[in-house]
């Protein structure tokens, strides 16, 4: 018969792919179909960043925060920018932890007010850049222990 049917294939990873369509045990087609599959077209709207280094940090110590770009689309290129009048970050590590997730720490050694940028394939993602004010800790154990933790 000359019946149309749609097919609905659906791959969590990229790549080329060959499928072999069956009606009942009998092949459709002759040979396997080759199917590329592509992430979409890059769209920083969608990243989503989060963590405490987005808010405060404390002058010496790691401040951290998580990119989620798993459903922002592109191949991968985030840009990190940090700065601060006078101070700028003496460290910056970007860690890519699977999935188009990455953790983000950085540490700035003076006491300031700095900005956080965040770009996906050259846009700014929501919130970006990010203002952080700079938190003098106590020697107070327990204040110590009370500072967020990069997670």
Do not use: M
């Not at 009606?23 to 709207?45: C, F, M, Q, S, W």
């Not at 969608?46 to 404390?58: D, I, Q, R, T």
């Not at 700028?88 to 890519?96: G, I, Q, R, Y």
């Amino acid at each position: 018969n000359d019946k149309i049917v749609d097919v609905a294939f659906q791959a969590d990873v990229p790549g080329t792919y060959s499928v072999d369509i069956k009606y009942g045990e009998l092949p459709v087609a002759d040979k396997p179909y080759t199917i590329t599959v592509v992430r979409p077209p890059p769209n920083a709207h969608k990243v989503k960043c989060s963590g405490p280094g987005l808010h405060s940090y404390s002058p010496g110590e790691d401040g951290c925060f998580k990119v989620d770009a798993s459903n922002a689309g592109g191949t991968g290129l985030l840009q990190i920018g940090v700065e601060g009048t006078g101070c700028p970050a003496a460290t910056v590590l970007v860690k890519h932890v699977g999935k188009f997730v990455f953790d983000v720490r950085y540490v700035s050694k003076e006491q300031c007010s700095i900005l956080i940028h965040v770009q996906w394939h050259g846009q700014h993602v929501p919130g970006s850049p990010f203002r952080v004010a700079s938190v003098r800790l106590e020697t107070n154990s327990d204040l110590l222990h009370a500072w967020p933790v990069c997670l």
